[in-house]
Nanobody, 130 residues
C-alpha cells in the first residue's frame, strides 16, 4: 500500500527539540513536493514547510511563531522528509502531518493547499510542556 508514515512525535519540554520523519512507503519521492502541516486542538490546519524532491527547493510558512525554529530536509535515498524543530514552545503542540503531490511541483502552492494531493499521512502528535 502506498502511504506516508510519520514518526518522531512525542512529549518534550519547552525549549527542547524534535525531529519528525515522513517516510514514503510503497513508492519513491522521485518527483514530488512534500509538505509538513500542523493542527492544534480547536484551530485550523496550517502549513509549516515544504520541499521539492527534484531540486531541493524549500518554502516556509510566513509565520513569526515558527520562523527560524523549524527546518525541513530530506534524504532521497531513504525516501524520507524531516522536520527539525527546535526551541519548542507550548503553542507548538499539535498533530503534525505530511502530505505529498506530484501533480504540480510548487512548494508554495502545496503549503497553501492550493494543489490536489496524492498522499496525506496519519499524523504524529507533538506535545510541548511548559
Amino acid at each position: 500500500e502506498r502511504q506516508l508514515v510519520e514518526s518522531g512525535g512525542g512529549l518534550v519540554q519547552a525549549g527542547g527539540s524534535l525531529r519528525l520523519s515522513c517516510e514514503a512507503s510503497g513508492f519513491a519521492f522521485d518527483d514530488y513536493v512534500i509538505g509538513w502541516f500542523r493542527q492544534a486542538p480547536g484551530k485550523e490546519r496550517e502549513g509549516v514547510a515544504s520541499i521539492n524532491s527534484v531540486d531541493g527547493h524549500t518554502y516556509y510558512a510566513d509565520s513569526d511563531s515558527m520562523k527560524g525554529r523549524f527546518t525541513i530536509s530530506m534524504n532521497n535515498a531513504k525516501n524520507t522528509v524531516y522536520l527539525h524543530m527546535s526551541s519548542l514552545k507550548p503553542e507548538d503542540t499539535a498533530v503534525y502531518s505530511c502530505a505529498a503531490t506530484r501533480r504540480i511541483l510548487n512548494v508554495e502552492l502545496l503549503l497553501r493547499l492550493w494543489v490536489p494531493l496524492d498522499y496525506w499521512g496519519q499524523g504524529t502528535q507533538v506535545t510541548v510542556s511548559s
